[in-house]
């Protein structure tokens, strides 16, 4: 399984961004795909997931309400779509993928870099 991780960027606090992941090497149907993120000096933290056989996604409290994950099953790519940003939210974003059911989230993209100025 390989995952590719893209879109950071610098944007002003209140902008938006995507970000993509692209997911190749097997089929996804008993996946769990997610973004993580880790700013520096902290623990990488759950942002959002999808399974991506029915969509069901769920989020972390801080991004809920700015934040929609969703796929793209023609595209094989997941999308972190982020929006009312805020300097807080600066870090480097991970996709991550898992079989459903499993603990432990088994693969990992390289990482892109968040930047929100205030």
């Known amino acids: 399984v390989q995952l590719q991780a893209s879109g950071g960027g610098l944007v002003q606090a209140g902008g938006s961004l995507r970000l993509s992941c692209v997911a190749s090497?097997?089929?996804?149907?008993?996946?769990?795909m997610g973004w993580f993120r880790q700013a520096p000096g902290t623990e990488r933290e759950f942002v959002a997931t999808?399974?991506?056989?029915?969509?069901?996604?769920s989020y972390a409290g801080s991004v809920k309400g700015r934040f929609t994950i969703f796929r793209d099953n023609a595209e094989n790519t997941v999308y972190l779509q982020m929006a009312s940003l805020k300097p807080e939210d600066t870090a480097v974003y991970y996709c991550?993928?898992?079989?459903?059911?499993?603990?432990?989230?088994?693969?990992w993209g390289q990482g892109t870099l968040v930047t929100v100025s205030s």
């Open positions: 991550a993928a898992r079989r459903v059911l499993n603990y432990d989230w088994n693969y």
């Open positions: 090497g097997r089929a996804f149907s008993a996946y769990e």
């Open positions: 999808i399974l991506w056989s029915g969509g069901s996604t």
